[in-house]
């Protein structure tokens, strides 16, 4: 239903109209033979309707619209295509028959409501062929997806296809379902219990360091296999290294292992953990792991000094020691020695320290009246002012696009009221804007002085952006981003090589491979004109040449479908008549997940029917499903929308006016007595 209206009273539409009227009389009323009588009203009209429309508009009218969508009650399934369902199923479960029931369910259902299949594994897809293909099964994934997309519409059921087996994300309990509608699970796989011993985890650091010894600790699970000799054994390329055994004492029991490694090699090292299969044992795919440990030369120490205690060192201590990469040491700056020597970098917290020559990253606050360095001076005035962050254009290093939006719901900070100086060049990473005005003061800045890089931050109260982040995401992963590419910009030491690469050493078979290159001429600018190409081996011997893609400052390359195994590859660029060459390896881990549970969980899925008020069946009861459907009440639910456009916005009408003058100019010239 359409509405006219205008912002200005509807009785001003007579005066248009008078007006409209009143031109046209005035133009065509003159004394006239009657011959052109017929003519004369036909320009009356098309006069007068140009006239009304044009002083119509001045009072703006616009079009009130209302139109009413009814949706059918929809009913969801999403069918876990993982293929853990395929290769544990009973042996009556078939791909075609399993097909041939879905499509007869959602057949009959489509007659009373409105049918959305997905798949979920690895991916979500809508109508997805059910192959059961997928490596992984995600099932928070697939509520959130189905929460997004119909949590408003008019859903009265949901149904999940399954045998209950996750191995991604967290437990179903806990994943976002935001329907009042219940939720039906379909029980697949088999549930009785093998005779197995289960390689159930390795739990291990992926990183180690040079010299250490490394812990592994192995958990196998013994079931129905009741005075069996357990055997777990350690091999490194082909070579047990170690071994342990234990005889089984009950029928169903968890038994844990600890081995301690040495770190021999720098690099990526592979290890394989076996447990010996026994008699008539038909899962053997769960009894053998390969475990990735990437060996550094050193852990690099980060000193935090101050003389106060403050909740932002807390905020920092956690961020820094996220990263495995460092280990931080937090001392009184009255009981520090003065010594630096073991130190990458040095965290100043409100406080002055001794000098030296390691970089620094200042946090000042009111704890510290004033401060006097070579780049900067600082003087408080023993108060504080409440200031929100805002973004700076900034190129030191990259922050994840989620920023842009999260910057904006930040709790304010607190700056103290201070005289601040920058006196060397200078990058900020994000300002202070104060009671709405957007000031040059910085929240954190970065000096790189003479080749000495430090950092100042101006700010307290960075332990709030920490705890809003955990109450908005569960987890802290951009807060820790910020400290630890902070920590990670001062820490680096100064790389002079021209031709440089960044990638990451392990991805599973089923991610792209990123590499990124950057090149430096001789003034030490970054440069995109030569051509970059790269030769990947794999451990056959086969060779697999690329060309990187030309950025505006680098280079990219996206590798996707990798074999699993180890790689190595030659990447090399020619400037000036000089070849430039960088080495490297990586690795691509089998993703097996799938293959490690083989009894299907079925009580999972039943505890999911039971929290949202669904039931559990199995695939040889969808008759029982279907009545349980047919009993929902449902109804259409309509949908009312209601818009508003301006009248003016309608270009049919100005055609329509352009063409009434056309016509009106063109009769009068060819009637010159009108």
Known sequence: MNVI?????????????????????????????????????????????????????????????????????????????????????????????????????????SDDFDVEQYTFGEQIKRGGDVNFSDRLTDFSAYFNEISDLYSNRNVVANIVVSDGI????????????????PLYTVLLGDTSQKRDVELSTVSYNEL?????????????????????????SVWENDVKIKEEQVKVNSTNTQYYFDFFMDAKKIGIQKYTIKVKPLDKEKNTFNNQKDIYIDVLKSKQKILLLSDITHPDISALSNAIESNKNYRLIVESIDDFDGNYQAYSLVI?????????????????????????MDWFSY???????????????????????????????????????????????????????????????????????NGQRNALCTVEGL?????????????????????????????????????????????????????????????????????????????????????????????????????????????????????????????????????MNSRANHQLLYSLSRKYNGKSFYLSELNNLKSELNKIESSVLSYITKSQNDLINLRWIFILLFVFLIIEWFVRKRNTNI
């Open 379 to 449: 003087e408080s005035k023993n108060s504080l002012n409440e200031v929100i962050a805002t973004y700076t254009p900034f190129s030191l290093f990259s922050l994840d696009e989620k920023w842009d939006e999260f910057l904006q719901q930040l709790p304010p900070l607190y700056s103290p009221l201070s005289a601040l100086e920058l006196y060397s060049e200078h990058s900020s990473l994000f300002s202070q804007s104060v009671l709405g005005i957007e000031t040059e003061k910085p929240i954190i800045s970065f000096s790189k002085q």
């Open 208 to 232: 180690a360091y040079f010299g250490n010894t490394f812990p592994l600790k192995v958990s196998v699970l013994a079931q129905n296999c009741l005075d069996e000799n357990l055997s777990v």
């Open 166 to 181: 996750y191995n991604s994300s967290s437990n179903p309990l806990y994943a976002n379902y935001s329907f009042d509608a």
């Open 463 to 595: 332990w709030k952006w920490r705890l809003f982040e955990f109450m908005k995401t569960k987890d802290h992963k951009l807060f820790n981003e910020l400290i630890n590419k902070s920590i990670q910009f001062l820490a680096v030491k100064d790389d002079k090589r021209s031709f440089r690469l960044r990638y990451d050493k392990l991805i599973f078979e089923n991610e792209p491979l990123f590499i990124e290159a950057d090149f430096y001429n001789s003034n030490f600018e970054l440069i995109t004109s030569p051509e970059v190409s790269i030769i990947i081996t794999d451990e056959n011997g086969a060779d697999f040449p690329y060309t990187f893609n030309k950025l505006d400052n680098n280079y990219s390359l996206e590798l996707e479908q990798l074999d699993v195994g180890n790689y190595f590859f030659n990447s090399t660029v020619n400037h000036d008549g000089k070849k430039y060459l960088n080495k490297g390896q990586f690795s691509v881990l089998e993703l097996e997940v799938e293959k």
């Open 5 to 109: 209206t205008t912002e200005w009273s509807m009785f001003w539409i007579l005066g248009c109209i008078a007006l409209a009227f009143f031109l046209s009389f005035l133009l065509y009323s003159k004394r006239l033979s009657t011959s052109f009588k017929s003519t004369r009203s036909i320009l009356f009209a098309l006069r007068f309707i140009t006239v009304f429309l044009l002083s119509f508009f001045l009072l703006k009218p616009f079009i009130n619209s209302q139109s009413v969508l009814k949706e059918q009650p929809i009913v969801t399934i999403g069918i876990d295509n993982s293929s853990s369902i395929i290769e544990h199923s009973n042996s009556p479960f078939t791909k075609d028959d399993f097909n041939n029931n879905i499509n007869s369910l959602i057949e009959e259902l």
């Open 348 to 372: 100043a917290f409100q406080t002055t320290i001794p000098e030296t020559d390691l970089p620094v990253f200042y946090f000042l606050g009111n704890s510290i009246t004033s401060i006097q």
